[in-house]
């Protein structure tokens, strides 16, 4: 079993940055693509984008290409995304996704992810 607990949300005028992390426990997510999604009111969850196991792959949302950096430590059992340019329209609770062990590819649909963070509310204010 692996356990993530995402950190790092807040409050953050339009413009601003903030950087989520990811700190998975119980299990090495080394050998397992992850990814971050996101939900916002009275929406469903929104895949926001993922990193292969090695980190050399990424894929992002269209809306958040450019502004938004997915990278990863092993070493520390740890996924981070990085997000500038903040906009109103990217609040929501941030969630963080393991895909299960030695499944390295990225899937933008969250039924193919087996374990799941309780996300981190970010709230951009314009």
């Known amino acids: 079993q692996v356990q993530l607990v995402e950190s790092g949300g807040g409050l953050v005028q339009a413009g601003g940055s903030l950087r989520l992390s990811c700190v998975a426990s119980?299990?090495?997510?080394?050998?397992?693509?992850m990814a971050w999604f996101r939900q916002a009111p009275g929406k469903g969850r929104e895949f926001v984008g993922g990193?292969?196991?090695?980190?050399?792959?990424?894929v992002y949302l269209d809306s958040v290409k450019g502004r938004f950096t997915i990278s990863r430590d092993n070493a520390k059992n740890t996924v981070y995304l990085q997000m500038n340019s903040l906009k109103a329209e990217d609040t929501a609770v941030y969630y963080c996704?393991?895909?299960?062990?030695?499944?390295?590819?990225?899937?933008?649909?969250?039924?193919?992810?087996?374990?799941w963070g309780q996300g981190t509310q970010v709230t951009v204010s314009s």
């Open positions: 996704a393991a895909r299960r062990r030695l499944i390295a590819t990225i899937s933008a649909s969250s039924d193919q992810y087996a374990y």
């Open positions: 119980g299990q090495t997510i080394s050998n397992s693509a």
């Open positions: 990193i292969s196991w090695s980190g050399g792959s990424n």
